[in-house]
């Protein structure tokens, strides 16, 4: 049996207490129906315990809409949202993953604003509402950030998120060159370190990020979700946002895409959030290779055409994205999901590669990859001819 380390300072116990907060504001106005958020599903996913909070992000305005959502919750408080001893960088924490994931989360102030350029899935990487995830997708890299099970982190300084976008785009004006982002609008891409969907479970951050949006013409977010929250269909984007819902074939999604909404379940919710007013696009990743990966892709994308209506097919893009690892995150899956393992780890197919953001990762060799993009685009081309690739990777 594992041991547990206490942490450095013995078992932690709340430092402050809710009474001890102001009073949440006042909430967004009720929607019409009762929130996705407040059902059983959605506490089943996510039925948090434990809140590790900075002291500012708890007493800001979204940290105490947060607590008042889970009045239950331990309040625990913690220096540093990068620092907390018992989640980030913590082996037993590979035991718990799951547990952690659903019944933790870290509040935190941002405090370095950046938008940095991209190129490829977006203009711009926006700086996000979050990092860490409460889905368990087994090559996910937001683990890697803080090392462990790394729940989600929301950052309630949103009010100051926005503002900061809100500069950058006044400060691009119109997009005058169409590129394969966009045609017409500067892409940001509001969820690179976490999944907007889940987010959306938990506070307002993804509602106000929509709606910002919505009021810049020149601009458009971005974000790849592997969850359906039908609650987001009630956000009225009016076109401003572009939701990517990352698909892969079923059986690679049910060994690999741990805690997410079933692939066909988010192909399913394609019609209603373009009905919405979201643009809707799809992300073929990662692309595990594997025997027989083809002819799973292959049913995939025929059922894709099958199933979605003209309306999303005439303005649904696509971006593929061949699967990345790395040689620690490889370390920590075998210690709690080591039958991932058996498909994502291929040294002899895999190269290490310098990733964008300075990270040492595998890659698969050239020309393993050459071969593989273009057998996809031949099954994109043959079975859901429809499907414009944006960009390859
Ligand atoms: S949904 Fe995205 S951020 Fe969340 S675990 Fe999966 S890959 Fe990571």
């Avoid at 190269?351 to 990270?359: D, F, H, I, L, P």
Wanted: a positive charge; proline letters at 9%; hydrophobic letters at 40%.
């Amino acid at each position: 049996m594992r041991h547990h380390p206490s942490p450095p300072h013995g078992p932690q116990e709340p430092l402050f207490g809710l009474d001890a907060l102001p009073a949440p504001p006042a909430a967004e106005p009720a929607p019409s129906a009762p929130a996705f958020r407040d059902s059983a599903q959605a506490r089943r996913l996510l039925a948090i315990r434990e809140i590790h909070a900075e002291p500012a992000a708890a007493a800001s305005p979204r940290g105490r809409q947060v607590l008042a959502r889970f009045p239950g919750a331990r309040l625990i408080e913690t220096d540093s949202h990068w620092r907390v001893p018992e989640l980030h960088g913590n082996e037993g924490s590979a035991d718990r993953w799951m547990r952690i994931k659903r019944e933790t989360l870290v509040l935190g102030v941002k405090k370095t604003l950046t938008t940095r350029p991209n190129g490829r899935s977006a203009d711009w990487i926006a700086p996000g509402p979050s990092n860490g995830c409460a889905l368990s997708c087994v090559y996910c890299y937001v683990p890697r950030r803080k090392g462990f099970a790394n729940p989600i982190t929301l950052f309630t300084n949103i009010d100051r998120i926005i503002a900061h976008l809100g500069r950058h785009v006044a400060a691009q004006g119109p997009k005058t060159e169409p590129n394969q982002c966009d045609p017409g609008a500067w892409v940001y891409d509001i969820g690179e370190n976490g999944d907007c969907s889940v987010d959306a479970l938990v506070c307002d951050n993804t509602a106000d990020l929509v709606r910002a949006f919505r009021d810049w013409p020149t601009a458009k977010a971005s974000f790849a979700t592997k969850f359906v929250n039908p609650d987001l269909l009630e956000l009225d984007p009016r076109g401003r946002t572009r939701i990517r819902f990352s698909v892969m074939p079923a059986d690679d999604s049910r060994l690999l895409d741990l805690r997410t909404s079933p692939v066909d379940r988010r192909i399913a919710a394609a019609a209603d959030f373009l009905d919405a007013g979201y643009e809707v696009h799809f992300n073929l990743s990662p692309v595990v290779v594997r025997p027989g990966w083809q002819d799973a892709w292959a049913e995939l994308l025929r059922h894709m055409d099958d199933v979605l209506p003209p309306r999303v097919k005439r303005q649904a893009r696509a971006e593929v994205i061949m699967l990345t690892h790395n040689a620690d995150l490889h370390e920590v899956n075998l210690r709690w999901h080591p039958r991932g393992e058996d498909v994502l780890w291929q040294p002899a197919a895999q190269e290490t590669k310098r990733s964008q953001n300075g990270a040492l990762n595998l890659r698969y060799r050239a020309d393993i990859k050459r071969r593989a993009l273009a057998d996809l685009r031949e099954l994109v081309a043959r079975c859901a001819p429809w499907l414009d690739i944006r960009y390859a990777f």
